[in-house]
């Protein structure tokens, strides 16, 4: 199994375009999803990528 840096891997799609739907140009902020480490969109509000 491949060991991911998962950390690295938010900071490389910080403030990236949502990639949600297409409708939605928002930039991807670091957050909290549910007591974990995400990145969500804060224009549709949808959690992209959560780090457990
Ligand atoms: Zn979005």
Redo the contacts with the bound molecule.
Sequence with gaps: MATVDNRSVLRNLEGDE?P??ED?S?ELERGEYKDTDALV?P??D?PIVRVW
Excluded: I, R
């Design positions: 949502c949600w739907t939605c928002g969109c224009n549709c949808t």
